[in-house]
T-cell receptor
């Protein structure tokens, strides 16, 4: 196990609703990256937080937003949920700006939008 | 832009050797990772290459050729538990930050 935790494990939401997913990074890691993994696909980069600031963003609309807290834990918020948002959401923590040498993944949150 | 290609699916027999190839095109290459992912679980780190050549780690080896934009993961003495998806990921410099760009994964099925 990597020491990265995510909650909740599973979540079912209705189209149009909002959701908040949480991630606790591994001790000593100050960078958190979020990924969306649709079924049968590789993870897609959503955004990255370093020391409480968004450090970089992938091709996701503004309704995907995030936060990082002083203890380096992080939240991913998705507004106005769409059916295509159904996926496994992974967070990964690492040391140093830019993701560092290695990213350690949490177990993921499985989001189903109906 | 970035593009990473790997085979969708491979099959092999227990005890055999399998090689999973990955080709990539990226504007700011800064290392290539291989991850293993069992169904419904998080990816787990297998290997990292940033210089050309072979990195060996027990039953797993990974090779990189930066000039060819090519990597492979070699799995020896296959075991049933090696049945999983194998993700090739390139660390790419964006505008002032690094991110991992993943391929779609190769689903490996190991049979007795």
């Amino acid at each position: 196990e990597t020491g990265v935790t995510q909650s909740p494990t599973h979540l079912i939401k209705t189209r149009g609703q909002q959701v908040t997913l949480r991630c606790s990074s591994q001790s000593g890691h100050n960078t958190v990256s979020w990924y969306q993994q649709a079924l049968g696909q590789g993870p897609q980069f959503i955004f990255q937080y370093y020391r409480e600031e968004e450090n970089g963003r992938g091709n996701f609309p503004p309704r995907f937003s995030g936060l990082q807290f002083p203890n380096y834990s992080s939240e991913l918020n998705v507004n106005a949920l769409e059916l295509d948002d159904s996926a496994l959401y992974l967070c990964a923590s690492s040391r140093g700006q830019g993701g560092g040498y290695e990213q350690y993944f949490g177990p993921g949150t499985r989001l189903t939008v109906t | 832009g970035q593009n990473i290609d790997q085979p969708t699916e491979m099959t092999a027999t227990e005890g055999a050797i399998v090689q999973i190839n990955c080709t990539y095109q990226t504007s700011g290459f800064n290392g290539l990772f291989w991850y293993q992912q069992h169904a419904g679980e998080a990816p787990t780190f297998l290997s990292y290459n940033v210089l050309d050549g072979l990195e060996e780690k027990g039953r797993f080896s990974s090779f990189l050729s930066r000039s060819k934009g090519y990597s492979y993961l070699l799995l020896k003495e296959l075991q049933m538990k090696d049945s999983a998806s194998y993700l090739c990921a390139v660390r790419d410099w964006g505008t002032g930050f690094q991110k991992l760009v993943f391929g779609t994964g190769t689903r490996l099925l190991v049979s007795p």
